[in-house]
């Protein structure tokens, strides 16, 4: 029963936790555009309330994956860890001939270890998603790809994805975004990532989860 003071008050408490995003993307280069601009996302939603987590391009340099824990690094743990805990989660690849990059792949293939107890894979999670390009077709493909392996991962996509044509002018020296537009698409993909967040957290505190 919901209607007792204590069930209101349990709900309460959970409803104020503060959604956890967690964002995973870039490349390893100094000054990658693409963690740059899930810098710029994931910065919308802290502003908005969410508790927020960047593993960059250097934080993804794994192992390629290969199933079972003892196959899994500290670095694999944590972002494990950080999958297996977030309320949503942001996702920024480059294009990299037509596709994701096998870095962004490879973390992604990490989620196999999202199982067992507690979620599975991305079930329930908003995910938003970025990517970038030198050209339109590549980053129109490289999100259509990304959306793909979310519905795999049973996420849920945020209706808006951001497809950006990267230049070197893109970001000032402090990582702020010099194209208004280009900045309005990626913290709108932030804001949405959360507000979804917000209402899965919503409906699991109705339902007792
Ligand atoms: C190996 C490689 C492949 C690329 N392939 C494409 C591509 O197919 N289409 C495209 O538009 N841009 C392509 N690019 C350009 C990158 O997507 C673009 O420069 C991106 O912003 C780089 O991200 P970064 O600044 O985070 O390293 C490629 C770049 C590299 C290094």
Redesign the pocket.
Known sequence: MLSTPAAKSAITERSERRPFILGIG??P?E???????LRVSLAAAAANGAGTMLLG?RDLLLPLYQPGPEHQTPQSRRLVDALRRCDGLVIAS??????M?GLIKNALDYTEEVRGAGRTYLDGIAVGLIA????????G??LAALRGVAHALRGWPTPFGAAI??TPMLFDADGACLDLKTAAQLELVGRQVLSFARMNMAAGDAAGR
Do not use: K
């Open positions: 870039g490349t280069r000054r990658s555009s693409t963690e740059l601009a391009g480059p294009s990299y001939h037509g596709a990059s970038c390009a030198g050209g339109s077709q590549g980053a493909q490289t044509c990267t």
